[in-house]
């Protein structure tokens, strides 16, 4: 099993840009969910799906959006990169279980200059 | 809303010595509570859970227990070695909503020496 796979692992954008990071699970788990990762500042949620169909905003949504794709993949759009989306993003997933734990991609370093 | 504070890092300690990093949290409900460790360029991976109150979870020497009546989820383990070098998180799961989202702290980042 691959787990949580996410591309691509390095992007530099330009202010202004868009790009769409992908992710994807081969563990059959319902919920799955996008993070950032700043320094001092742990992981914040973007967004997450808790099922295939739906998605909902998480603690910092702005400037971002999603797409469940099917129950494998989600995906995370922004459509007009601003250099305060310079971070690292996560990609994680968890099954139907009330303790299950979340499972967590390699993550993807973003730039945006 | 929920909350996790951890204890200010960096931390940094010789091989052999005692580890504690503190987890306090604040939560509505009966949330389950997490410690993840993050190796460099890596994603996180689970290092040890607990869903109730009391409850011991432990993983590779490294232990933590649930205690409800101080709020706290503090991480030890007794001999650290180099290898522990890490960041590590503590976060704590929702106990409702069918998304169970993590809430996690700043994280700590951990430096042992030889």
């Known amino acids: 099993n691959a787990g949580v796979t996410q591309t691509p692992k390095f992007q530099v954008l330009k202010t202004g840009q868009s790009m769409t990071l992908q992710c994807a699970q081969d563990?059959?788990?319902?919920?799955m969910y996008w993070y950032r990762q700043d320094p001092g500042m742990g992981l914040r949620l973007i967004y997450y799906?808790?099922?295939?169909?739906?998605?909902d905003k998480g603690e910092v949504p702005n400037g971002y959006n999603v797409s469940r794709l099917n129950k494998r993949e989600f995906s995370l759009r922004l459509e007009s990169a601003a250099p305060s989306q310079t971070s690292v993003y996560f990609c994680?997933?968890?099954?139907?279980?009330?303790?299950?734990?979340?499972?967590f991609g390699p993550g993807t370093r973003l730039t945006v200059t | 809303g929920n909350s996790v504070t951890q204890m200010e890092g960096p931390v940094t300690l010789s091989e052999e010595a005692f580890l504690t990093i503190n987890c306090t949290y604040t939560?509505?409900?009966?949330?389950?509570l997490f410690w993840y460790v993050q190796y460099p360029g890596e994603g996180l991976q689970l290092l040890l859970k607990?869903?109730?109150?009391?409850d011991k979870g432990s993983n590779k020497g490294f232990e933590a227990t649930y205690r409800k009546e101080t709020t706290s989820f503090h991480l030890e383990k007794g001999s650290v070695q180099v290898s522990d070098s890490a960041v590590y998180f503590c976060?704590?799961?929702?106990?409702?909503?069918?998304?169970?989202?993590?809430?996690f702290g700043s994280g700590t980042q951990l430096t042992v020496l030889p």
């Open positions: 939560a509505t409900g009966y949330p389950s």
């Open positions: 563990m059959n788990h319902n919920s």
């Open positions: 976060a704590l799961s929702a106990s409702s909503g069918s998304a169970r989202q993590l809430t």
């Open positions: 994680a997933s968890r099954g139907t279980s009330p303790i299950n734990e979340q499972y």
């Open positions: 607990a869903t109730k109150a009391d």
């Open positions: 799906s808790a099922s295939e169909g739906t998605t």
